[in-house]
């Protein structure tokens, strides 16, 4: 019998922000030790973008997204998209996003929102990179831009995926993969669940959201990449599997999704 323990890749952090400074590499010991050996920063503007490849340059496990949030879709200017568009020659930058809809707090403008959706699109395409999905009570309208403006092989993931189990053949059907983070270990999180058990099992990735969405338990924490296994051991629950199952197929599955990854 094999006692390896198994691989996660957190395919979706924030620790660019401020609740990881000062020292960020603690938190990349502890994921290190819990089995997270990789782990991808998403930017959410400019200046969180840079700050991700700044941290993919000082510690192996770490890689980068560049892009701009919805609610900051405001500032995707010229100017802006011109230093994503240079950040993204990284090689250690594995995506566009976070970008996409945002219509439950609506801090810019929606048509502005779906501008800078298109922008950033064309961007990843510009770029050989995938995107990185943020929709949040923006459905019909995030997968009818994605029908629109993505080519057949740009693909990526739906970022913590809050549509149900509804949207879930049409997300497929356009080859994105899924995004499953701590609230599918919330008590109220059934349709999340269903989702988890219903999706093929080679479209799904496992993200902490970090600092934000800690998994059930662990409430009082700051959520960071070490408790990735939490949402892997949910999922294996839900699915029948082992958690070094789940690590295996979500592993595999962001190495494919990002080809810039590398274990």
């Not at 000062?22 to 930017?43: D, F, S, W, Y």
């Not at 976070?98 to 929102?113: A, C, K, M, N, T």
Request: proline share 7%; net charge negative; aromatic share 6%.
């Amino acid at each position: 019998m094999s006692h390896t323990r198994p691989i996660f890749i957190d395919t979706h952090a924030h620790m660019n922000l401020r609740e990881f400074r000062p020292e960020p590499g603690k938190a990349v010991h502890r994921a290190a030790h819990a089995g997270v050996t990789r782990i991808v920063n998403v930017g959410t503007k400019v200046g969180s973008s840079r700050r991700a490849v700044e941290l993919a340059e000082q510690f192996e496990g770490l890689y980068a997204t560049v892009g701009i949030h919805p609610h900051d879709a405001s500032s995707c200017d010229p100017e802006a998209l011109a230093e994503l568009r240079a950040l993204c020659e990284h090689p250690k930058v594995v995506a566009v996003g976070e970008i996409g809809l945002d219509f439950y707090r609506d801090l810019s403008p929606r048509p502005v929102q779906v501008e800078a959706f298109k922008r950033l699109i064309e961007l990843a395409w510009e770029a050989s990179l995938p995107i990185v999905v943020h929709d949040r009570n923006a459905h019909d309208e995030v997968l009818a831009i994605l029908d629109s403006e993505c080519p057949d092989d740009l693909g990526g993931v739906l970022h913590c995926y809050s549509a149900g189990p509804d949207y879930l053949p049409a997300t497929l059907a356009l080859g994105f993969h899924i995004g499953i983070d701590g609230p599918i270990t919330y008590a109220n999180a059934g349709a999340l669940r269903k989702v988890a058990a219903r999706v093929p099992l080679d479209r799904l990735l496992l993200e902490t959201d970090c600092p934000y969405l800690s998994p059930d338990g662990r409430e009082r924490n700051r959520n960071e990449p070490a408790f990735l296994p939490d949402i892997a051991g949910r999922i294996a629950e839900v699915r029948e599997l082992t958690v070094a199952e789940v690590g295996a197929a979500t592993t595999a599955n962001a190495l494919r999704v990002f080809p810039r990854l590398r274990l």
